[in-house]
């Protein structure tokens, strides 16, 4: 079930998650504010549970997420998952698939979500209205596609802790980014299911590894809460470099 929420008033816009996530990009001006305001105002909200886009799915709008988490995915003809990412606010949902006219893989709500649905026509509309912004919108997309790659690493050469680590610091400095997280932990709706289809683990083996890392003093996933016990030692197993996440400050002003 999803409904319309109408339009967000434009002062809240330059806290938004994606004004935010931007901002460490480009300098926003009060114009591109205006427009991502613009492709703020078809606000639904979906249901956890039930795909928003649909693999092989055509003429699919894209979409701006605003609250809640959300998975992509790849299904196999064996029924199986493979999770490719998780989203947080502030990330596009579908934005490969308004330029490709169909979508290569699925989107699920983990939780409940808000998202701005924003049709094709209005996001090129954007594109050609300031190239600033649009090359922000470029930046956060190449950003998405370094996170694949790091993922590719992940799956194929990491070993289980290392993975997970390296997963869970990831997730932590995202969130930071939009305000949803610190350098002590973060809240987080994912379940050991979820890790599993991410990291190519099977969900004993997510739990096993956790409580491995738990019992060693690095970090304690609980409750729907990621604690860094000891974030530095963390990020020397894990070897995690943040610096394919570019998040060191705005280059453009």
């Given at each position: 079930m999803d409904c319309c929420l109408g339009e967000t008033p434009l002062k809240p816009i330059e806290k938004s998650?994606?004004?935010?996530?931007?901002?460490?990009?480009?300098?926003?001006?009060?114009?591109?504010?205006?427009?991502?305001?613009?492709?703020?105002?078809?606000?639904?909200?979906?249901?956890a549970g039930r795909d928003l886009v649909q693999q092989g799915q055509s003429e699919q709008a894209a979409y701006i997420l605003s609250e809640g988490w959300v998975c992509s995915y790849k299904l196999q003809p064996d029924g199986s998952r493979q999770i490719i990412d998780f989203q947080i606010p502030g990330d596009f949902l579908g934005l490969r698939s308004v330029?490709?006219?169909?979508?290569?893989?699925?989107?699920?709500?983990v939780t409940d979500i808000q998202a701005a649905e924003v049709p094709s026509d209005d996001l090129l509309a954007a594109f050609a209205q300031t190239t600033r912004l649009a090359t922000a919108i470029l930046w956060a997309a190449s950003r998405d596609e370094a996170m694949v790659v790091?993922?590719?690493?992940?799956?194929?050469?990491?070993?289980?802790?290392v993975r997970m680590a390296h997963f869970l610091l990831e997730l932590g400095s995202r969130l930071a980014l939009v305000g949803m997280g610190s350098q002590t932990g973060y809240d987080c709706p994912l379940t050991q299911y979820h890790l599993a289809d991410a990291l190519g683990l099977s969900a004993v083996h997510v739990n096993r590894v956790l409580r491995q890392l738990r019992e060693n003093?690095?970090?304690t996933f609980r409750n729907?809460?990621?604690?860094?016990?000891?974030?530095?030692?963390?990020?020397?197993?894990?070897?995690?470099?943040?610096?394919?996440?570019?998040?060191?400050?705005?280059?453009?002003?």
């Open positions: 998650p994606l004004a935010r996530k931007l901002s460490s990009f480009v300098a926003l001006s009060t114009n591109e504010l205006e427009v991502l305001h613009h492709l703020h105002r078809r606000r639904r909200s979906f249901v330029l490709l006219r169909t979508s290569d893989h699925s989107f699920e709500p790091e993922h590719l690493v992940n799956l194929g050469r990491r070993d289980a802790d003093g690095l970090v729907g809460k990621v604690i860094f016990d000891d974030r530095d030692r963390l990020v020397k197993i894990a070897e995690f470099d943040p610096e394919y996440l570019d998040q060191t400050g705005p280059l453009l002003t």
